[in-house]
């Protein structure tokens, strides 16, 4: 097919620490194996607004157009494509499901090898699909959602329910995904447990959902940001406590709270110091400590000691769902009203808008604001 060059709108930031800028760009048709996609919704995430302003998260690979968390309909496909078509519902996944690799055909693994093309921020064969005033613009994540339009390879392509609103289902791109994954799928939460969760964003809150879902009888929400408490209540956090509150640190807290420590904690910050307090905070037998928030560029700095014991920290990714996988049930469990996504979205803004939706996620009462393209 023959298809065209596409002109839209895209955000882009032209240079570390920079803000984004609405830009016109040329979006080009997709090469064999990829797909080209009309964005619907999309949000900023945790780890864009890191980008911002982290010196250690901060790249080369300017211009960029950023955005891992979307949704959005099949433009058109390139040469042998065949789980998707044009008119199709998709999720945009950073992490990719090729189906081929060892990860993927582990049944208990979802760290599919592609995941590192998002690495070079360019398509798999070196080269851009985004150009904007001459020059090549970088990719991000697999998908680079904060343009109208957006060229990704197949394997970070979810159809799902045509039926569904993408406007809240783009949520199961990254944010609710990775947290209620993470209790369910990474953790294994119990029934009768008690749960620590740290970080009270939109993947906090989800890990919250997740922590409730899987029978966890005592979710205890950890944020020093007051203004959060009432939306953790709301989706299952059963009492929430501000560190600042307390001269002792906060590991010695939950201990005097629960008797013996937490059976999981949860890291939905991105703190290396928090992420020690979450693994101390563990009950000494059996506790589990799971990573989600992302921390890249530093070491962490925890006491050996905690090791004697039965204690254990753990990573996670995607919340352990394999992606185009995971983000097609997802979707059909709420639209079967299993999940609740609406209560993780508390504004929406037009794209252009997108510097106003990163102040409102630095308040701290913005969980998550929809960007409609």
């Not at 839209?8 to 800028?21: E, L, N, Q, T, Y």
């Not at 199709?88 to 979802?110: R, Y």
């Not at 809150?205 to 009432?230: H, P, Q, Y």
């Not at 937490?262 to 020690?276: H, Q, R």
């Amino acid at each position: 097919m023959d298809f065209k060059v596409i002109r839209c709108k895209a955000a882009i930031v032209w240079k570390p620490g920079g803000s984004f800028s609405i830009e016109e760009v040329e979006v080009a048709p997709p090469k064999a194996k990829e797909v080209r996609i009309k964005m619907v919704a999309t949000a900023l995430c945790g780890t864009e607004m890191k980008m911002l302003k982290d010196k250690n998260l901060q790249h080369q690979h300017y211009p960029i157009i950023m955005g891992h968390e979307g949704a959005g309909i099949v433009e058109s496909v390139g040469e042998g494509v065949s789980t998707v078509k044009a008119g199709d519902k998709v999720i945009a996944l950073f992490l990719p499901q090729c189906g081929e690799c060892t990860s993927c055909l582990n049944s208990a693994d979802n760290f599919c090898i592609k995941l590192k093309q998002a690495e070079t921020h360019l398509m798999s064969d070196g080269t851009s699909r985004f150009t904007c005033k001459g020059k090549p613009v970088y990719h991000f994540g697999n998908t680079s959602t904060f343009s109208e339009y957006t060229v990704m390879d197949e394997s970070s392509v979810a159809k799902i329910d045509a039926a569904a609103p993408l406007e809240k289902v783009f949520l199961v791109s990254c944010g609710f995904s990775t947290g209620y994954g993470g209790a369910i799928n990474t953790a294994k939460v119990t029934p009768g447990s008690t749960c620590a969760v740290f970080g009270l964003g939109g993947v906090g809150l989800s890990v919250i959902m997740g922590c409730k879902a899987a029978g966890a009888t005592r979710i205890i929400a950890v944020d020093i940001n007051k203004d959060k408490f009432e939306k953790a209540k709301e989706v299952g956090a059963t009492e929430c406590i501000n560190p600042q509150d307390y001269e002792k640190p906060i590991q010695e807290v939950l201990f005097d709270l629960t008797g013996d420590g937490v059976d999981f904690s949860f890291e939905v910050i991105g703190n290396p110091e928090t992420v020690a307090a979450a693994l101390a905070s563990c009950r000494e037998s059996h506790g589990v400590c799971v990573i989600i928030g992302l921390i890249i560029g530093v070491q962490l700095n925890i006491s050996g000691h905690l090791f004697f014991s039965g204690r254990s920290l753990k990573g996670s990714v995607y919340g352990g769902w394999k992606g185009r996988d995971g983000a097609s049930k997802l979707v059909s469990d709420y639209m079967a009203k299993k999940i609740n996504l609406d209560a993780l979205i508390t504004h929406s803004l037009n794209l252009d808008k997108i510097n106003e939706a990163v102040e409102l996620m630095k308040t701290g009462k913005c969980v998550r604001c929809v960007l409609l393209l």
